[in-house]
């Protein structure tokens, strides 16, 4: 399996209070991806990194930001967390950013926001 | 946008029976993808086809890319507990935003 820890697993939080998830690889993997996963909608990506302190948007990024410092270490994180961002949040690597190259996803992060 | 419908969204079928899952859209791709996530974990790579027409077999799953290169269809034989999850298929967007996902087709097989 691809080395991806993403931490942490299951967090609870109130409205208003900032998030930070974090997603770590051990595979030297240039691309780094976060995903929302809810049902009905599949994946749908949030940001995207393709180097150290290069990052872009994905299809639903409004609310979200995203640090890339070092190449291993991918941060999301939701400024003033609400509601709508209830969610399971995936981290992904990949070689290169082809859409035909696979990703590899860590275990999901399950963020609920009261 | 480009969109990427799975059908059908939920299958609950008996161990030993075969099973089709559809991936369609009204865009080109020039691959495509299928994944199965089970709970608690991300999805995992079953198989990538980029050729239009394409049949690619892994044991006892069958994918085959459509010849305009718009749609894809997993099929298993012979169906077993251990094939139930998440089934996603995800192309290549080339509008921008790299990968797209379908929303999946959530297979169960009774023992």
């Known amino acids: 399996d691809a080395g991806i820890t993403q931490s942490p697993r299951h967090k609870v939080t109130e409205t208003g209070t900032p998030v930070t998830l974090r997603c770590h690889q051990t595979?030297?993997?240039?691309?780094m991806y976060w995903y929302r996963q809810d049902p009905g909608h599949g994946l749908r990506l949030i940001h995207y990194s393709y180097g150290v302190k290069d990052t872009d948007k994905g299809e639903v990024s409004d609310g979200y930001s995203v640090s890339r410092s070092k190449t291993e270490d991918f941060l999301l994180t939701l400024e003033s967390a609400t509601s709508s961002q209830t969610s399971v949040y995936f981290c992904?690597?990949?070689?290169?950013?082809?859409?035909?190259?696979?990703?590899?996803f860590g275990d999901g992060t399950r963020l609920s926001i009261l | 946008t480009q969109l990427l419908e799975q059908s059908p969204q939920f299958l609950s079928i008996q161990e030993g029976e075969n099973l089709t899952v559809y991936c369609n859209s009204s865009s080109v791709f020039s691959s495509l993808q299928w994944y199965r996530q089970e709970p608690g974990e991300g999805p995992v790579l079953l198989v990538t086809v980029v050729t239009g027409g394409e049949v690619k077999k892994l044991k006892r799953l069958t994918f085959q890319f459509g010849d305009a290169r718009k749609d894809s269809s997993l099929h298993i034989t012979a169906a077993q507990p251990g094939d139930t999850g998440l089934y996603l298929c995800a192309a290549d967007n080339t509008g921008g935003f790299k990968t797209i996902f379908g929303a999946g087709t959530r297979l169960f097989v009774k023992a």
């Open positions: 992904a690597i990949s070689e290169s950013g082809l859409g035909n190259q696979p990703q590899h």
């Open positions: 595979e030297n993997h240039r691309y």
